[in-house]
C-alpha cells in the first residue's frame, strides 16, 4: 500500500498527542493528497459529510517486539491484551480516527480533532456513516471502569504573556483552548505520575509539548493541576 498523503499535524510529536480523535476538538490537521490521485476529482461529494474515518501508519512506532498484552495509560499499569485497546504497538500498524471535516480544498481536506503526529502517512479516507457505524448502547469493555478527576489548566503570568504574542502570530488558531484541552488529557506517561510536588521523583517534573511552532513548557502540580511556565516559539 502506498500512503494517499501526509498529515500536517499541531502535533509535533507523539508525547502531547491524545489518545484519541475527538478529546482535544480544536486540534489542527491538513490533509494534502498526492496530486496523481487527481484529488479534485477524489474529493468530489466529501463536502456533504462532516466527519471521515482516517486510515493510517503509526510510522513512529519505536518498538518491534510483539507484545500480546499492553499496558493501556489510562490502565494506570494494568495489562490487557492487545486486541482489546487501541494502542500502537500491533501486528499491523494501523490507526483509525473518526475526524471532522473543517474544509474540503482542492487538494486535500483539513480537519480537526485528529491524534495523529505530523508527517504521519495516511492510506485512506472514508466518510463517517452514521446510520449505521453509531451504536449508543454498544458496550466499552474496561474503558468504561476508567474514572479520572478533572484537571485544571493554569498559567504562569509569563506564560500568558508570550501566549499573546504568539496568538498575534497565530490569529486564527485557537491556542489557549489546544494547549488546556492537551494537558487536560494529562500526556505524562504513567511512570512519572505521582511524585507532583515532590524533590524524589525518579524523573524530571518539568515537561514540554510541541504544539505548531511553539513549545510548552508546564508542571504537574498537583495530580489534577498544571501549571504552563514557559511558551517558546520562533520568532521571525
Ligand atoms: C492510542 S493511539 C490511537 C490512534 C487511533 N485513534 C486508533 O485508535 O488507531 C494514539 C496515539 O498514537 C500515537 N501516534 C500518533 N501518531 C503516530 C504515528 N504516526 N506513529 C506512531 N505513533 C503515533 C500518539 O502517541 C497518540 O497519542
Redesign the pocket.
Known amino acids: 500500500m502506498e500512503p494517499i498523503g501526509f498529515i500536517e499535524s499541531c502535533f509535533r510529536d507523539?508525547f502531547g498527542?491524545?489518545?484519541?480523535?475527538g478529546l482535544v476538538k480544536n486540534a489542527w490537521a491538513r490533509l494534502k493528497i498526492r496530486a496523481d490521485l487527481q484529488p479534485e476529482e477524489a474529493l468530489q461529494g466529501l463536502e456533504g459529510f462532516s466527519h471521515v474515518w482516517l486510515i493510517?501508519?503509526?510510522?513512529?512506532?519505536k518498538v518491534a517486539r510483539y507484545h500480546a498484552k499492553v499496558h493501556p495509560p489510562r490502565m494506570g499499569g494494568k495489562s490487557i491484551g492487545l486486541f482489546a485497546t487501541?494502542?500502537?504497538h500491533r501486528p499491523n500498524p494501523i490507526?483509525?480516527?473518526l475526524v471532522e471535516i473543517v474544509k474540503v480544498e482542492k487538494d486535500g481536506i483539513i480537519v480537526s480533532g485528529a491524534?495523529?503526529?505530523d508527517g504521519?502517512p495516511i492510506l485512506d479516507i472514508k466518510p463517517y456513516l452514521p446510520e449505521v457505524e453509531s451504536i449508543p448502547d454498544a458496550r466499552t469493555g474496561w474503558t468504561s471502569e476508567v474514572i479520572k478527576d478533572p484537571i485544571q489548566v493554569e498559567f504562569s503570568e509569563k506564560a500568558l504573556d508570550l501566549l499573546a504574542q504568539w496568538q498575534q502570530r497565530n490569529p486564527d488558531k485557537p491556542l489557549r483552548a489546544i494547549i488546556e484541552d492537551t494537558l487536560k488529557l494529562d500526556p505524562r506517561p504513567v511512570v512519572y505520575r505521582g511524585y507532583e510536588g515532590t524533590d524524589t521523583a525518579p524523573y524530571r517534573n518539568k515537561h514540554a509539548v510541541r504544539l505548531f511552532d511553539g513549545d510548552i513548557h508546564f508542571e504537574f502540580e498537583t495530580p489534577t493541576q498544571v501549571r504552563v511556565l514557559d511558551i517558546l516559539f520562533t520568532h521571525n
Do not use: A, E, M, Y
Request: glycine share 4%; hydrophobic share 25%.
Open positions: 507523539k498527542t491524545p489518545r484519541q480523535p493510517w501508519v503509526f510510522h513512529q512506532n487501541r494502542t500502537p490507526g483509525l480516527s491524534d495523529l503526529v504521519t
